[in-house]
Nanobody, 126 residues
């Protein structure tokens, strides 16, 4: 079963940038779509961004649209989340998740994802 590993989190000042990475560990089975989610302190995990296998389709939560960019390099089997103009409210544990197909309408439904990472902490200080 494929598992995912996130990296790149850390502490950054408001207005700064970070780039998160998500790569599979173990056996890779077929093509897969990937999304990023986050869980802020005291809140439920929420959708951030999604990308299809070829990288030609992306979808963002309104709260990050225009500030975050999701991309992927399939030769490296890695998906990225470039975060710019970070705000204190972006502080959260960020998770990547994968599923076999990309379907925009269900991107926010966490039940449709079959593999998850353990998360990486992003802290934005004001």
């Amino acid at each position: 079963q494929m598992r995912l590993v996130e990296s790149g989190g850390g502490l950054v000042l408001a207005g700064g940038s970070l780039k998160l990475s998500c790569a599979p560990s173990g056996r890779i089975v077929g093509a897969y779509a990937v999304s990023w989610f986050r869980r802020a302190p005291g809140k439920e995990r929420e959708f951030v961004a999604a990308i299809n296998y070829s990288g030609t389709m992306t979808y963002y939560a309104d709260s990050v649209e225009g500030r975050f960019t999701i991309s992927r390099n399939n030769t490296k089997n890695t998906v990225y989340l470039q975060m710019t103009s970070l705000k204190p409210e972006d502080t959260a544990v960020y998770y990547c998740a994968s599923r076999p197909t990309y379907y925009r309408k269900t991107s926010r439904d966490q039940r449709t994802y079959s593999a998850w990472g353990q998360g990486t902490q992003v802290t934005v200080s004001s």
